[in-house]
């Protein structure tokens, strides 16, 4: 799955994504985890020290935390589908009868 950020991303679009994708852990959700991810990233290059958006400030340094706290949880939380993950599932068959 790519990204539906890039570098031609309007900060409006950036800004969305990372409220949209907030969720993440609530939801349960690894594609939106992601996705909080990337947007902590290009808003952390792209801002200044701090800024203030809707009368709320945000700095790069909590921006980093959240993306931070992100990779934690992606970590806590591998995918299903084996992509990525280094989790295996062993069968015992040890009291299995024919």
Not at 73 to 83: E, F, H
């Amino acid at each position: 799955m790519a990204s539906t950020l890039t570098g031609t991303s309007t900060d409006a679009q950036v800004w969305d994504a990372y409220d949209d994708a907030a969720s993440y852990e609530e939801d349960s959700d690894r594609g939106k985890a992601l996705a909080f991810l990337t947007a902590c990233r290009i808003l952390s290059r792209r801002l200044p020290l701090s800024a203030s958006r809707s009368g709320q400030s945000i700095s790069r340094e909590s921006l980093q935390e959240e993306a931070r706290r992100a990779q934690v949880w992606l970590a806590a939380n591998p995918g299903t589908t084996g992509a990525g993950s280094t989790r295996y599932r062993y069968a015992d068959l040890s009291d299995y009868r024919s």
